[in-house]
């Protein structure tokens, strides 16, 4: 089979028939993206005691946090799977499976200089938790600026993740959720 074999097989091949530089019509769209943000309770969500689930609005469960006195884990909704896991030691440990090696939280939730947000890397893209009022914003530079992909707000004794549907399509909701629960553990992670 020769190259020009292949190309009667390629569905995309059409798109530059005509031998110059035509864009390729656009796909945007043609994937499914969810389209609503989703909003995650902690509701036992308390510093002392970092034994919880993470649940949506309508009940279900997406995680299952379970402490101990020298980890925090991260687990499946099934409960089957670990997420993360951090480990509290006087300079504590994040690990996120398949998107983050072991390291310390403070080389992970870089302190900025001027200490008022801290800076998260994943997958090579920077993202900056600061305040903003009550809450505290996870948001990305754009070029048109920058865009809030998550915020978290604690009222009557609970927790609340609000998440755009940006970072569920990116894969990184399970590093938020991890984010999370070190920036509102209540202990020290630098």
């Not at 796909?27 to 989703?38: F, I, N, R």
């Not at 379970?66 to 884990?73: F, L, R």
């Amino acid at each position: 089979m020769t190259l020009s074999d292949t190309t009667m097989f390629n569905p995309f091949s059409s798109w530059t028939t005509d031998g110059l530089l035509t864009p390729p019509p656009s796909v945007y769209g043609a994937l499914p993206y969810p389209s609503h943000s989703l909003s995650l309770l902690f509701p036992l969500f308390n510093p002392s005691d970092l034994n919880c689930a993470a649940v949506s609005a309508h009940g279900q469960v997406y995680y299952n946090i379970v402490t101990d006195a020298e980890y925090t884990i991260v687990k499946s909704a099934s409960g089957e799977n670990i997420i993360a896991m951090i480990e509290w030691k006087p300079h504590p440990l994040v690990e996120i499976r398949g998107i983050l090696d072991k390291q310390p939280v403070k080389d992970w939730l870089k302190l900025s200089q001027e200490h008022n947000s801290r800076c998260m890397e994943i997958r090579g893209v920077k993202y900056t938790w600061a305040p903003r009022g009550r809450a505290l914003e996870l948001a990305a530079k754009r070029r048109s600026g920058a865009i809030v992909l998550a915020c978290i707000t604690r009222g009557d004794g609970k927790l609340m993740l609000d998440v755009s549907p940006d970072p569920i399509q990116l894969g990184i909701l399970d590093s938020i959720v991890t984010a999370t629960i070190l920036l509102q553990c209540g202990r020290n992670i630098d």
